[in-house]
């Protein structure tokens, strides 16, 4: 009897006497959430080389806040300046990078302009990898009012939780002749690689224009065709393939960038499946 009770009194003063107590950590066995489930959430905005509605001057830092406040995984980025005189010299893209705390970015250059280039963009969160530019292809002006410039797709490959899968900024032309003969092109780069992609860009062209259904019949999933990314129409778009790889889980155009570009980023959020 003089032994057990010498055993207890040790174990109730190394319990009374410690320093401290902590409570054992929650094994996860009450824990419901997936590890596994990978999202990714993307924006595809026109940044209209920093320029404010209504200005002649560039202003990343509003064209950061508003990424910033989005918090996107990839932002696809169109009508990016690097070192033209028209935005002082200023690499836009690597500026966007500092100020947003995205470590990863690739720029598309599309043409030579102002001393400098300009283009489309890639900036993320995650690594990217096989980065690569595809210049579009383009069609001759058929009437002397329209207007035609070289377009480009930049692209990259990153890693989510363990899925790969393609990411890519284009902006197409305005012209319907030339955005038939650029969405087979984008086609044949995304298609020729065995990861899922998701494209997002600024289309110029309507939810009941011609390339929508161009894009539908190459078997691309729309986001929304519903809603408006500039004045009163929509026109910036989020495409996936194949349908079967991603879960659309919300869908924003973000209205209350007021006229930090002359068009609003498109924003959603994509389960990897």
């Known amino acids: 009897m003089k032994t057990l009770l010498l055993v207890v009194g040790t174990f109730f003063l190394f319990f009374c006497c410690g320093k401290e107590y902590h409570n054992i950590s929650d094994p996860g066995w009450n824990?419901?959430?997936?590890?596994?489930t990978a999202q990714i959430t993307i924006m595809t905005?026109?940044?209209?080389?920093?320029?404010?509605?209504?200005?002649?001057?560039?202003?990343?830092?509003?064209?950061?806040?508003?990424?910033?406040?989005?918090n996107p995984d990839v932002a696809l980025l169109q009508e990016v300046d690097i070192k033209t005189n028209r935005s002082g010299g200023v690499d836009q893209l690597a500026a966007l990078a500092s100020l947003t705390?995205?470590?990863?970015?690739?720029?598309?250059?599309?043409?030579?302009?102002?001393?400098?280039?300009f283009g489309v963009a890639i900036l993320s969160k995650y690594?990217?990898?096989?980065?690569?530019?595809?210049?579009?292809?383009?069609?001759?002006?058929q009437n002397e009012s329209d207007y035609v410039e070289q377009r480009a797709m930049a692209d990259a490959k990153i890693t989510v939780k363990g899925h790969q899968i393609m990411v890519a900024s284009t902006h197409l032309d305005l012209t319907q002749y030339n955005r038939d003969v650029q969405a087979p092109a984008i086609h044949s780069r995304l298609s020729a690689s065995s990861c899922p992609a998701v494209l997002g860009g600024d289309f110029n062209a309507r939810p009941t224009d011609p390339i929508i259904t161009v894009f539908q019949n190459l078997s691309y999933t729309f986001t929304s065709l519903s809603?408006?990314?500039?004045?009163?129409?929509?026109?910036?778009?989020i495409v996936y393939r194949p349908a079967g790889s991603f879960k659309l889980k919300s869908h924003q155009v973000a209205t209350s960038a007021v006229n930090v570009s002359d068009h609003y980023p498109v924003v959603d959020i994509l389960e990897l499946q």
Request: hydrophobic fraction near 30%; avoid cysteine.
């Open 31 to 36: 824990n419901n959430n997936n590890d596994t």
């Open 127 to 141: 690594k990217l990898e096989d980065t690569n530019t595809t210049l579009l292809p383009i069609v001759p002006k």
């Open 101 to 117: 705390g995205m470590e990863y970015y690739y720029f598309g250059k599309a043409i030579d302009y102002n001393n400098g280039q």
């Open 45 to 70: 905005y026109n940044i209209h080389y920093g320029y404010p509605v209504g200005t002649q001057a560039a202003n990343l830092q509003g064209t950061a806040t508003v990424i910033k406040s989005i």
């Open 227 to 237: 809603g408006y990314s500039i004045s009163n129409y929509l026109i910036d778009y």
